[in-house]
C-alpha cells in the first residue's frame, strides 16, 4: 500500500497535478495527464494507492482532485481529507 499527499494550493492547473502524481506514483511515460489515464495505470498497479488531501485548491484544481479522489476509490484506495 502506498499512500499519498496532495495540497491542491500548490498547483496553478489541472496539468501540474497530474504531472506531481506522475512523479509521486512512478507512472510510466505514456501517462496520459488525465483522470481516464490515471485509471488505467492504478488499475495495472498491483498496490493500492490511498490519497490524503491538505487542500483541494480551486476552481479546475479543485475539480481535477475530486476526480483523482474518484479514480483512487474506484481502485481500491481511501482518501482522506486532513
Known amino acids: 500500500m502506498q499512500t499519498i499527499m496532495i ?5 496553478a492547473a489541472p496539468q501540474d497535478l497530474h504531472a506531481a502524481l ?5 507512472l510510466p511515460s505514456w501517462y496520459g495527464m488525465n483522470a481516464d489515464a490515471l485509471n488505467d495505470c492504478l488499475g495495472e498497479m498491483r498496490e493500492t494507492v ?14 481535477a482532485v475530486s476526480l483523482v479522489s474518484r479514480v483512487i476509490r ?7 481529507e486532513l
Open 22 to 26: 506522475k512523479k509521486m506514483l512512478a
Open 74 to 80: 474506484d481502485n481500491g484506495g481511501t482518501v482522506k
Open 7 to 11: 495540497d491542491g494550493s500548490m498547483y
Open 50 to 63: 490511498n490519497l490524503w488531501i491538505l487542500n483541494p485548491g480551486q476552481n479546475e484544481v479543485a475539480s
